[in-house]
Nanobody, 122 residues
Framework: QVQLVESGGGLVQAGGSLRLSCAAS????????MGWYRQAPGSQRELVAV???????NYADSVKGRFTISRDNAKNTVYLQMSSLKPEDTAIYYC????????????????WGQGIQVTVSS
């Protein structure tokens, strides 16, 4: 009932930049946390960056100083600005959002996007 649509990503050379976007829609009363995860070939899905609605961002050590997460709460949208990209950043990136349903009081939701490919060539 809550859908996340990701955009951006693609193929970039090492040292380049990309910006991912994720817009949430559907039966939303509020969104508490929005974030990004990624899954590289042969690896487990891992947290990249998350941002609570009223708090500071939390980043994986591997991306600190290179990636920036931001939110536009009025648009229910989260962004991930990725700079100084490395080949090891190659993965499918997934958007995630947690919050509460608009139609059912106190019903939480935890939704995922379909994933978007980021490929960094060496």
């Amino acid at each position: 009932q809550v859908q996340l649509v990701e955009s951006g990503g693609g193929l970039v050379q090492a040292g380049g930049s990309l910006r991912l976007s994720c817009a949430a829609s559907g039966s939303i009363f509020s969104i508490n946390i929005m974030g990004w995860y990624r899954q590289a070939p042969g690896s487990q899905r891992e947290l990249v960056a998350v941002m609570p609605s009223g708090g500071s961002a939390n980043y994986a050590d591997s991306v600190k100083g290179r990636f920036t997460i931001s939110r536009d709460n009025a648009k229910n949208t989260v962004y991930l600005q990725m700079s100084s990209l490395k080949p090891e950043d190659t993965a499918i990136y997934y958007c995630n959002a947690e919050g509460y349903d608009r139609k059912v009081v106190r019903r939480p939701f935890n939704s995922w996007g379909q994933g978007i490919q980021v490929t960094v060539s060496s």
